[in-house]
């Protein structure tokens, strides 16, 4: 199992080639369901938690929002300010663990997106405590009202994928749905090294006990695999669910 060290420097590593993958390629299309779903308007402040190379930050800080990006990687967050001055527009970074990120002033609205470090676990970490420390910094983020839009990874795809042979081997856990497996990558050296993850996914029905625990009013549990967003039921073979949340009045 991984600790923080060795997942920063897998992120601080893999920044540089964030943009090449598939899931970021519909991102304005992302920015327009995040506008219309928040039903904000600008300059209003809006928390992107977990933001890595800054992507929705941008789109958003693009439309006149005032944005806090958040995350843990030094590596992401000199690519999001690269990218960032080359659009020309301003965001507050922080680099901060989303667990014990605070605000002094509360957010219009926040946003959790392509899971960030919900469900990895790390070495020595308690995953509940773990999830519900991120939960709990989203609602003291928010001002009453306000809302959150979250993904997290799609427990009944990993069951649906699963095999007998996984259970067995400890590959994958049925009962935490944490699926564990090397992930190789190459250093900004050359250099390749591996990182040991622990991925968890999540039902839907416990997401929503998950939210509500915390505080929210869920109002809606939609598929929200990347790119292809959609205010829809839930597909079983899904990479990730989409949840929509409020903090009460």
């Known amino acids: ?3 923080i060290n060795e997942w920063k420097e897998f992120f601080d590593n893999h920044a540089p080639k964030y943009k090449d993958n ?3 390629k519909n991102t304005e299309f992302e920015v327009q369901f995040i506008v219309d779903e928040l039903n904000l308007s600008a300059p209003n402040r809006i928390l992107d938690l977990g933001c890595g190379t ?3 930050s941008i789109g958003l800080a693009k439309r006149g929002y005032k944005i806090t990006g958040v995350d843990w990687s030094s590596g992401m967050l000199d690519e999001a300010k690269r990218e960032s001055m080359q659009a020309g527009v301003s965001v507050e970074w922080v680099c901060e663990d989303a667990k014990k ?3 002094a002033a509360p957010f219009d609205a926040a946003l959790y997106l392509c899971e960030g470090s ?3 676990i790390l070495k020595g970490e308690d995953p509940k405590e773990h999830n519900r420390a991120i939960l709990q910094t989203l609602y003291e983020s928010l001002k009453p009202g306000a809302k959150t839009i979250f993904t997290v990874l799609n ?3 990993k069951i649906r994928a699963a095999k007998q ?6 590959k994958f856990d049925p009962i935490t749905l944490v699926e564990e497996f090397i992930m190789p990558y190459d250093t900004s050296s050359g250099e390749v090294k591996e990182v040991a993850v622990h991925e968890q996914g999540f039902m839907p029905g416990e997401l929503i006990a998950l939210f509500r625990e915390a505080g929210f009013i869920v109002e809606n549990l939609w598929g929200g695999t990347a790119g292809s ?3 829809e039921l839930l597909n079983l073979d899904e990479m990730e669910i989409m949840v929509v949340a409020r903090k009460p009045e």
């Not at 042979?165 to 400890?170: K, L, P, Q, R, W």
């Open 1 to 3: 199992m991984a600790n």
């Open 118 to 120: 919900f469900g990895l």
């Open 229 to 231: 967003w959609k205010r």
């Open 101 to 103: 990120y605070r605000s």
């Open 155 to 157: 427990g009944l795809a």
């Open 22 to 24: 598939v899931f970021v």
């Open 54 to 56: 800054g992507r929705h």
């Open 165 to 170: 042979e996984d259970v067995i081997s400890g």
